[in-house]
């Protein structure tokens, strides 16, 4: 889990895990796998100076490439996305498509945007 609720992929929260399973002795060895929805991940826990960890996640890739899905949004206009997967789904859209500028929009802006999109995505594949 992480600040949202259950993830099917969370780098640090399988960090943070994964120190806690090494420093407490959950596991006997540094390094181990840990079962993810998305997959196993590969986690080794590494001494120097305090601890560290590494994780090997899920390979990313491209969902939909070539093809671009095309959104039609009341709110938005036409939207050309691309889904992307990297242990969960990532819809990629170019701010400036939207009429957006990453550092000059405001971000409830941008936060509202990216939910209507997100949204508007879960219903079409439900």
Known sequence: MHNSGYSTMCGHATIA???WAVESGAVCTPVFKLQCPCGVIDVTGLKRMGWSVLC???ASQLSC???TIG???D???CVVVDIAYGGAYYAIVRAAALGLDLFQTPLS???STAS???EHLRARWR
């Open 109 to 111: 802006r941008l936060v």
């Open 65 to 67: 490439l070539p093809e």
């Open 116 to 118: 209507s999109i997100t």
């Open 71 to 73: 959104l039609e949004m």
């Open 17 to 19: 895990i994964g120190r």
């Open 75 to 77: 709110s938005i206009g």
């Open 56 to 58: 090997r996640s899920e």
